[in-house]
């Protein structure tokens, strides 16, 4: 449970923009969240992308992939339990400290799914990286690559440096 399983090509660059069309229809909503000692630990804006006509195609395709990713990890797992978040990392400073997708009001989560939407040659910084306990892993980049991971691990999105970043985020 201290890895990622990784579809290189999980969408095709013209079904991240389509996913992004999509979400951009949804209101905006502040992701920031700040530490005890009131640190901002992350920065970006979310929209949430309901389970409704034109987005069935989208969970449907992260359903498939979450079952082949699970025939690693062997969790049981049932479906999806919330609404699809879109991660918009816009302008330089925007981050995600790091953080686990267990916990309060989460322990339903078991595996957590992130989409690139962007090209890679659209931003810098704000690479997904992982950490195994210990080790540093960053995650692949690549336009519409699919990292499914065990959601009690540790994770972070490193500040953009400059451009904007767009990823899609589920649980299952």
Known sequence: L?????????FSPEECNKVIEIAKKYPQQNGGTFSENGNQYRKSSVRWIELEEPSYWIYEK??????????VFSLDITGFTE????TEYEGAGSKYGYHMDIGPDNWHR????????SDPNA???GELVLN???????CPNDWGSVIVFPSILQHEVIPIQSGNRYSLVSWI
Do not use: C, D, P, R
């Open 123 to 125: 931003y810098t910084g």
């Open 62 to 71: 992260l359903m498939f992939m979450a079952n082949e990713a699970n025939k």
């Open 132 to 138: 195994t306990g210990g080790n540093e892993i960053h």
């Open 110 to 117: 078991k595996l957590s799914i992130v989409v690139q939407l």
């Open 83 to 86: 609404n699809l978040q879109f």
């Open 2 to 10: 201290l890895n990622y399983f990784w579809f290189k090509n999980g």
